[in-house]
């Protein structure tokens, strides 16, 4: 992101200090609502044009009121973002980070920046999605979020509710551990490099259902595979015609174990998971290479 010099508002010091303290937690918050890396920073450039014009000696709260800043810039971007999806070619994944190990050790942060939590945020409205981020991932008093989103106390409470709800019956039935995830990542590696048709069906649930990314720039399933037996036939098939030319890496991605394949030393996929009790429920494979360049180094979230 590029800082450009304020010409009024806060003096450039005092300005720029404020905003790199609290620059992780602007990004996590707006990466939260949109699930793209991309518009986050374009969200960010955005909130410190509008920072660099505020006075600070009227500000009594500046974390509280940068992200209330960003959740606006959020809310107009994820509102445009849902415009573009409608268009895009195939399903539409948020964008992979390569996480630092310090997210993982943070459980709350960790889950709610995974790929299947964000897949869950995705069902949301937008100002729906934004409530529920800031007050259940980031415990921003509900004021605070009644200015941030333009609605009364009282309404962002029925809308904090609602969006609980809406969220608890989709969500992975429990925060997994990254451990618990590490070890069915393991068995679906031995088991798809093997061509092991029996262990990928001991791995996967029953209603497993494999989500593929492509943007119309790489090949990825057209639309959702549901079902072990026919996710299962489909990725050792696969497996065996690209076998040889292909490898399966482990990193820390969304604070969570993931697979990164590479073919011909390239970065091509990036496989995540959803684990409940023990078994993948949900594979979402990331090919477009737009939304892979974050892949390359490691991105510090913080609530």
């Known amino acids: 992101m590029v800082v450009t010099r304020p010409s009024r508002g806060a003096p450039v010091d005092l300005a720029t200090e404020t905003f790199v303290a609290h620059r992780n937690l602007l990004f996590t918050v707006a990466y939260e609502m949109l699930g793209s890396a991309a518009d986050a920073e374009d969200v960010l450039q955005e909130t410190w044009l509008r920072w660099v014009g505020v006075d600070l000696d009227e500000v009594r709260d500046r974390r509280a009121y940068l992200v209330r800043i960003t959740t606006r810039q959020a809310l107009g971007r994820l509102r445009a973002l849902g415009r573009r999806k409608e268009s895009y070619v195939g399903s539409w994944l948020p964008e992979p980070l390569l996480t630092a190990p ?20 995705e069902t949301l409205t937008p100002t729906e999605r934004a409530v529920f981020v800031l007050r259940e991932v980031f415990a921003v008093d509900y004021d605070e979020v009644a200015a941030a989103v333009d ?66 720039i790489k090949q990825a399933v057209a639309r959702p595979v549901t079902g ?31 697979l990164v394949f590479q073919v011909g030393g390239e970065l091509d996929t990036v496989l995540a998971v959803r684990v409940d009790e023990g078994r993948i429920t949900g594979l979402y494979a990331v090919r477009n290479p737009e939304k892979l360049s974050r892949m390359d180094r490691e991105t510090t979230l913080s609530r």
């Open 151 to 216: 609605k009364t106390p009282a309404a962002v409470r029925q809308i904090a509710h609602r969006a609980r709800a809406h969220v608890a019956a989709r969500r992975p039935r429990g925060v997994v551990s990254a451990d618990a995830t590490k070890d069915a990542l393991e068995a679906f590696k031995r088991a798809t490099e093997t061509g092991d048709l029996r262990g990928l069906l001991d791995i996967l649930a029953p209603d497993v259902v494999l989500l593929g990314d492509g943007g119309g």
């Open 228 to 258: 072990a037996d026919k996710v299962a036939r489909l990725l050792v098939g696969g497996f065996r015609k690209v076998a040889g030319t292909i490898s399966l890496d482990s990193a820390q991605v969304n604070g969570y174990p993931a």
């Open 102 to 121: 310090d997210v993982a050790e943070d459980v709350e942060l960790a889950d709610s920046v995974s790929m299947a939590m964000l897949l869950v945020l």
